[in-house]
Nanobody, 123 residues
């Protein structure tokens, strides 16, 4: 059973940066995509970024393009989300997840989820 643990969330002022980490254990993900999603209060969970674990392909939601960067360290079985130029609308619980495909933005393609980490951006 794969386990995902997010960390790195916190409170930051608008324009600041945070780096989220997602540590995976139980198995490796060399053949699976990884993604970050977020859920703000009163809203549905939405796609943020995705990466092919063993490759170099990435994909971002328009709302974070140019500000967020997804990356991975396969030796540590860890995926990161570098969040720069944060905005109050980025406030949400951020979740990492494992996809059953190589790269996907579809929430229904993700089958394993972490518990989330809170990101709060103040103005």
């Amino acid at each position: 059973q794969v386990q995902l643990v997010e960390s790195g969330g916190g409170l930051v002022q608008a324009g600041g940066s945070l780096r989220l980490s997602c540590a995976a254990s139980g198995r490796t993900f060399s053949n699976y995509g990884m993604g970050w999603f977020r859920q703000a209060p009163g809203k549905e969970r939405e796609f943020v970024a995705a990466i092919s674990w063993s490759g170099t392909s990435t994909y971002y939601a328009d709302s974070v393009q140019g500000r967020f960067t997804i990356s991975r360290d396969n030796a540590k079985n860890t995926v990161y989300l570098q969040m720069n130029s944060l905005k109050p609308e980025d406030t949400a619980v951020y979740y990492c997840a494992v996809a059953r495909s190589l790269l996907s933005y579809r929430i229904d393609e993700y089958v394993n989820w972490g518990q989330g980490t809170q990101v709060t951006v103040s103005s």
